[in-house]
């Protein structure tokens, strides 16, 4: 069981050195598909977002997702307080603060 | 000499505030290891092995459930592709450096380091040892914030709600990957997206669908405008 989490570990950390040395390695000699330039050039939004929302929503037990209000209250604050001031401690403090607060009055 | 260390030393002090990030993630992508069964080895490996962030969190939590291997496995590298991005974006700084410094400096790529070299280096800063300083901070940190996560992170109440860290560390980071109008429908597309197929398909696959549809969202905005348009 063990065995296949260092399996995990190695293929996940050989392909991501991979992606990162790669464009500093063959710079100059290959060119990057334009098309997968772009694409990935839109990752970082897409995959910040994918990886946000759901757990901003959902309370996870075992395989179900239930809908928090809470949470969800609580992720709204923190993202206008992400989108305002750009300070990420600031956004981990209300956001915390906040779910708390709302959990404790519910 | 002294110039080269007196940027890395800067670049490791404009590192602190993002630490926090780094720290409570960190904390509970090692706590998750520990809930998944496994110890302090397993946790040190993922970390130095494949110093991702998320995508170690998604990695565990995958292996947890079962998942298929290449399911495990793509999901991790998909999430780590900015990391491509960001390597293809600073590789034009690394071009008179020596081959171990680019190894280097390719190895330690990641969210909070890049971003400062590429927005905060100023004249007086040379920006390679400037990157170097953030980041071999943050990856330091991130080590030593995993371990204890494993080793206390049980510890944590549940009702703590200590888990809701990750989502605001992912808000605050998206905050600063939206930087205009197509970045900002990229990330709606995503959270829609997310919302809908995270719950639903299995092994995690809504994951990666939803970054797809996000990417796929982006380039087909773009199709509408000039290249190099976009903020």
């Known amino acids: 069981m063990r065995g296949s989490f260092w399996l995990v570990i190695a293929l996940v950390g050989v392909g991501t050195f991979g992606l990162r040395v790669a464009p500093i390695a063959v710079r100059g000699r290959v060119r990057t598909p334009a098309f997968v330039e772009r694409l990935l050039s839109h990752a970082p939004a897409a995959a910040m977002a994918t990886l946000a929302v759901p757990a901003a929503l959902y309370v996870k037990s075992g395989g179900t997702y239930t809908l928090s209000p809470e949470r969800m209250a609580a992720a709204a604050i923190a993202l206008y307080v992400a989108l305002r001031w750009r300070n990420a401690l600031l956004t981990l403090v209300v956001g915390m603060g906040a779910l708390w607060l709302l959990l404790a009055v519910r | ?231």
């Open chain 2, 1 to 231: 000499m002294g110039e080269a260390r007196r940027s890395f030393w800067r670049g490791a002090r404009d590192m602190l505030p993002l630490l926090a990030a780094g720290v409570s993630f960190g904390f509970v992508a090692g706590a998750a290891i520990a809930n998944a069964g496994l110890g302090l080895g397993e946790s040190m490996g993922m970390s130095v092995g494949t110093y991702g962030a998320s995508a170690q969190l998604a990695a565990t939590l995958l292996w947890q459930a079962a998942a298929p291997l290449v399911v495990t496995t793509v999901t991790a590298l998909v999430i780590n592709s900015r990391f491509f991005v960001y390597s293809a974006s600073f590789a034009p700084h690394l071009d008179s450096e020596p081959p171990l410094t680019r190894l280097l400096a390719a190895y330690l790529m990641r969210d909070g380091a890049y971003a400062l070299a590429m927005t905060n280096a100023a004249e007086d800063i040379r920006i390679v040892p400037y990157y170097l300083g953030a980041a071999s901070l943050d990856w330091l940190v991130w080590i030593v914030a995993t371990a204890v996560g494993t080793l206390v992170g049980g510890l944590v109440p549940a009702s703590w709600s200590l888990d809701f860290v990750v989502p605001l560390v992912f808000i605050a980071l998206l905050a600063n990957a939206v930087r205009g109008r197509i970045d900002a429908e990229v990330a709606l597309t995503a959270a829609l997206a997310s919302a809908v197929l995270v719950p639903r398909l299995p092994f995690q696959l809504g994951i990666v669908a939803s970054i797809a549809v996000g990417m796929a969202w982006g380039v087909a905005r773009e199709r509408f405008r000039p290249r190099g348009a976009t903020a």
